[in-house]
């Protein structure tokens, strides 16, 4: 398999080196958001698209019309149905396969959900993120007026409800109380506890890890209180980049069988995944 | 959908317990494994084999062959490929999909074992049972001269090491420590920390709950120490039968594609395992 890769950044770099790592995958080529698209080389198998999530859309549409696989961590929650639906018409056109918000939230941490709700239909799942860094929320820090440079991490405190810690480098002559007020008083914060820390240097508190804690207690048929929990502490942009490269795995197999379309992760089968034959996956792991 | 159960046992009532509270799905009937086969109704659309599990391969044949989709928890982990193998070309020749080994190990777990390789391909996953009743040593320490009841139950310690408790009912004028010494030296026990301890009644021990806790910590691309958990604490008939019914709609939803064939849960895409639609499902788990 010849996959690609476009953009490289953190997600872009992290591809690059499951990519590699991969028995049955060679690396196709890695290209920038400002090359041009037609220049990219037709042999191309599968494109893993490591753009910024509100370029997704435009790029992928653009490879799945000349037939090419792509595979993205779009992570917008609101807007997936409708980025799958758009999508899913240029590769039902094109007999390409494209497979979207492939990360771990929305991706892996979708697939838990789904099996879990599978097992007790009932009752209430909550998703605890953190501790790790949460981009919108830095975004957001960062364009409040005298905001140097901040970093606003994500603390989860039980039931879906989590902290903010937000780290911040005030430019010179700014006011902490004033810059303080406005990041409290901003929509991304206003909802949630929130603290804000000013510090020396936030590049000294750069740190890529993070994490999640699922929990499920439902019902299965009519029986009550049974328990689960996915819990992970993970390199954030490596695991990202290795669930893309498997999902291209999985896109292509797709492509081979004729299933063209736009999917996400839950309506993937989880052999697709994962290298070698039917025979010694189904032995090793079921 | 129409769906039966054949078999009554711990696992049959739970099923039918999860088949009653599924929003799309009608009981269509409980079958006994001496019921005569063929007098079996023709509407059925999906049959759950609740049958001890050495006879899942006999019944499903039958049904397989007669168009009905069949759904087991066949659990001998290490015949499950040569059971997939029999039923699939009984399936493909008959229009029929049968999904095996459906309960939660094999079944659930199996996928979040995928699951967990696909998301660091190299490192050691490590499930470890329990507490909680283990049929086959049950069944074993049933078997010495000189038990008149046993209960074994299953001790996680970790690393996939597992300690036996065997709780044992005496025949009267059985000696004890007669008794230790044979289950000691039973190829069940032998291999495993085991304390045998006499009691006056093991139907007073008797509960059905069971747990797991599966881990994996390895490596996504060039990136270690990705840590994975996977913790349940559950009513055992009651998710094996839940983890059936759902299992039961995957299968009828194959067969509308046309993708006839025997499946273990890897296969499957977890969507198909919820009722609902794409968009209703999407938009509220990825």
Not at 17 to 32: C, F, N, R, S, W
Not at 120 to 134: C, I, V
Not at 135 to 158: C, D, E, Q, R, Y
Request: proline share 3%; net charge negative.
């Amino acid at each position: 398999m010849k996959v690609a890769i476009l953009g490289h950044g953190n997600i872009g770099r992290a591809a690059e080196a499951a990519v590699k790592a991969a028995p049955d995958m060679e690396l196709a080529g890695i290209y920038h958001h400002d090359d041009c698209l037609s220049c990219i080389a037709g042999n191309i198998d599968v494109m893993l698209v490591c753009t910024p999530t509100r370029e997704v859309q435009k790029f992928a549409t653009v490879l799945a019309a000349r037939g090419i696989c792509t595979v993205d961590s779009f992570d917008i929650h609101g807007q997936i149905w409708s980025l799958r639906t758009a999508l899913d018409a240029v590769c039902q056109a094109n007999q390409s396969v494209s497979i979207i918000s492939a990360g771990w939230d929305p991706g892996s941490d979708s697939m838990v959900r789904a099996l879990l709700m599978a097992m007790a239909p009932n009752g209430l799942t909550y998703t605890n993120f953190g501790p790790g860094r949460s981009m919108g929320h830095t975004v957001a820090a960062k364009a409040i007026p005298g905001v140097k440079n901040a970093l606003s991490m994500t603390i989860p405190l039980g039931t879906g409800i989590h902290r903010r810690m937000v780290y911040i480098e005030l430019e010179e002559g700014a006011d902490f109380k004033t810059v303080e007020a406005a990041i409290l008083a901003d929509d991304y914060f206003a909802h949630d506890e929130t603290h804000v820390i000013a510090v020396e240097s936030v590049e000294a508190l750069n740190n890529v890890a993070h994490g999640v804690n699922l929990v499920r207690n439902g019902v299965s048929g009519e029986t009550h209180n049974q328990r689960f929990e996915f819990n992970m502490t993970i390199n954030n942009p490596a695991l990202t980049g290795q669930v893309m490269v498997s999902c291209a795995r999985a896109a292509m197999r797709m492509k081979e069988r004729g299933e063209f379309g736009a999917k996400t992760m839950i309506e993937l089968r989880p052999i697709d995944l994962l290298p070698g034959t039917k025979e010694i996956l189904i032995k090793a792991l079921v």
